[in-house]
């Protein structure tokens, strides 16, 4: 399977900053990349699937503005939350589609974003 | 529209004991299932995944998950649960009905292992 890396692993930051975070295929090239957020206790609920090249396609009620995405290569994509506020603390994951299709994803270990 | 349901919120179990972890879905055609881990501060893990062929499929930890699509289960089992098996676990299905080739997670069921 493919290795997926989260850059940073946790991140604490004041109210009203932007953060980033980065999502990378280590092992081979995705054209398709997909962002969750998870609440604890709770299961992964999609935000938006990362296309290479082209903007990413948000879930309903997922605000674009709110969590930009951007997937400039096929080893790279990034989530920057703007604004944040502290109901955007959250534990994010990214995942990368298979080689083979077939639905099947591999998944970063996520980052844990708390705003203050 | 399409969905998975996990009906146990939490299981406990003893050390040595069978285990078997109940997930349904509503998916108009063929779909595609997967049972994924998360233990505590670590990523989701694919434990195994059936796509077609043979109903009853072989994964990683001694996990096995039959397909019954007459009654639309998917459900994980492991005859005999180490206590490092305790963690959250997650059914999935996806397929040709979801675009982008989605999958739709269950809410998950939490497994604690009584040593």
């Known amino acids: 399977g493919a290795v997926v890396s989260q850059h940073p692993s946790w991140v604490i930051c004041k109210s009203g900053t932007s953060v980033k975070i980065e999502c990378r295929s280590l092992?081979?090239?995705?054209?398709?990349m997909f962002w969750y957020r998870q609440f604890p206790k709770q299961s992964l609920m999609l935000m938006a699937t990362s296309n290479e090249g082209s903007k990413a396609t948000y879930e309903q009620g997922v605000e674009k503005d709110k969590f930009l995405i951007n997937h400039a290569s096929l080893t790279l994509s990034t989530l920057t939350v703007t604004s944040a506020h502290p109901e955007d603390s959250s534990f994010y994951i990214c995942?990368?589609?298979?080689?083979?299709?077939?639905?099947?994803?591999?998944f970063g270990p996520g980052t844990r974003l708390t705003v203050l | 529209a399409q969905s998975v349901t996990q009906p146990d919120i939490h299981i406990t179990v003893s050390e040595g004991a069978s285990l078997e972890l109940r997930c349904n879905y509503s998916y108009g055609a063929t779909p595609y299932l997967f049972w994924y881990v998360q233990s505590p501060g670590q990523g989701l893990q694919l434990l195994l995944k059936y796509f077609s062929g043979d109903t009853l499929v072989q994964g990683i930890k001694g996990f096995e998950a039959e397909f019954k699509r007459s009654q639309s289960s998917f459900n994980l089992r492991k005859p005999s649960v180490h206590w490092s098996d305790a963690a959250e676990y997650f059914c999935?299905?996806?397929?040709?009905?979801?675009?982008?080739?989605?999958?739709?997670f269950g809410p998950g069921t939490s497994l604690s292992v009584i040593p």
């Open positions: 995942s990368v589609q298979g080689l083979a299709g077939g639905y099947e994803q591999f």
């Open positions: 999935a299905v996806g397929g040709m009905e979801t675009s982008y080739d989605k999958v739709i």
């Open positions: 092992d081979f090239q995705a054209t398709t």
